[in-house]
């Protein structure tokens, strides 16, 4: 079996699934399905992976957003200017 590049997570394997209607535009399902023969597998595969790298990255993006407050208000705790806090912030990179 060909490895594709677009693997559900073991996590949601064995998960129950439920069936949902998408509205896209036709060029959208055609290039989903163009994507899907180049990686072996079908176009609903393509979304479900899509959706979720989409859900991963959007996790990790409130992640980051949480840690930078929590941060803000351990510095401001601190004594640290707030305008040195945004400095800081801003230069460094998740």
């Not at 595969?45 to 929590?70: D, K, M, P, W």
């Not at 705790?77 to 912030?89: F, P």
Request: aromatic letters at 6%.
């Amino acid at each position: 079996m060909k490895d594709t590049l677009c693997q559900m997570p073991s996590a949601y394997a064995d998960q129950p699934t439920a069936t949902v209607t998408l509205e896209m535009p036709v060029e959208l399902v055609e290039k989903l399905q163009e994507a899907a023969a180049l990686d072996g597998t079908d176009f609903q595969a393509i979304i479900n992976c899509y959706v979720q790298q989409g859900l991963r990255n959007s996790t990790a993006e409130v992640r980051r957003l949480q840690f930078e407050e929590h941060a803000k208000k351990i510095l401001a705790k601190q004594g640290v200017d707030s305008g040195a806090v945004e400095q800081i912030l801003h230069k460094v990179e998740f």
